[in-house]
T-cell receptor, first 112, second 112 residues
Framework: NTKITQSPRYLILGRANKSLECEQH?????MYWYKQSAEKPPELMFL???????RNETVPSRFIPECPDSSKLLLHISAVDPEDSAVYFC????????????FGHGTKLSVL | GDSVTQTEGLVTVTEGLPVKLNCTYQ???????FFWYVQYLNEAPQVLLK?????KRTEHQGFHATLHKSSSSFHLQKSSAQLSDSALYYC??????????FGKGTSLTVIP
């Protein structure tokens, strides 16, 4: 799936700061960050619609999202914790009601 | 509250035989959409099926599902399983405004 690109693909961190990037080439209005821990379904972290933060789930404050334009999404992470080890998926949808999600290939974060 | 239940965590089926993955749900919303997502190893989830119409069969890639609001179910079926069908399958409910509820997932293994 090259329609939603994420970088980096793999990330190994100590307690450093890092940003995950996502760009969608589908012309979608809504963009999401999902976290998928081992053997669990994806869990919503943040949802933007037309660049506005709509949903902000119970997420540690060390995760800060940013939506610089309607096709890009960033996730800034500071002072990661071992519980943050997971795959972080960017996703998008055309609209904001009963729409299917299109996922990027994910960033696998491993915290040392 | 809203929820999705997938009763089987692991399903093993022999190639060529039928397979059925169960999905039931609880919701108070009237305008809802259902999805089956498939996630292959080390890949992102991708939509397999979508339905929002009661008692209407939806088909894709040999899989089919019918939303039955009377029994609150959206089971996934295939008449003849293939080795390439081995993957993780998530049932998901969208209650509108992109409120997605994912089931815990069913890992399907197709053996020769």
């Amino acid at each position: 799936n090259t329609k939603i690109t994420q970088s980096p693909r793999y990330l190994i961190l100590g307690r450093a700061n890092k940003s995950l990037e996502c760009e969608q080439h589908l012309g979608h209005n809504a963009m999401y960050w999902y976290k998928q821990s081992a053997e669990k379904p994806p869990e919503l972290m943040f949802l933007y619609n037309l660049k506005q933060l709509i949903r902000n789930e119970t997420v540690p404050s060390r995760f800060i999202p940013e939506c610089p334009d309607s096709s890009k999404l960033l996730l800034h992470i500071s002072a990661v914790d071992p519980e943050d080890s997971a795959v972080y998926f960017c996703a998008s949808s055309q609209g904001f009601s009963n729409e299917r999600l299109f996922f990027g290939h994910g960033t696998k974060l491993s915290v040392l | 509250g809203d929820s999705v239940t997938q009763t089987e965590g692991l399903v093993t089926v022999t190639e060529g035989l039928p397979v059925k993955l169960n999905c039931t749900y609880q919701t108070t919303y009237l305008t809802i959409a259902f999805f089956w997502y498939v996630q292959y190893l080390n890949e992102a989830p991708q939509v397999l099926l979508k339905s929002s119409t009661d008692n209407k069969r939806t088909e894709h890639q040999g899989f089919h599902a019918t939303l039955h609001k009377s029994s609150s179910s959206f089971h996934l079926q295939k008449s003849s399983a293939q080795l390439s069908d081995s993957a993780l399958y998530y049932c998901a409910l969208n209650t509108g405004y992109q409120n997605f509820y994912f089931g815990k997932g069913t890992s399907l293994t197709v053996i020769p």
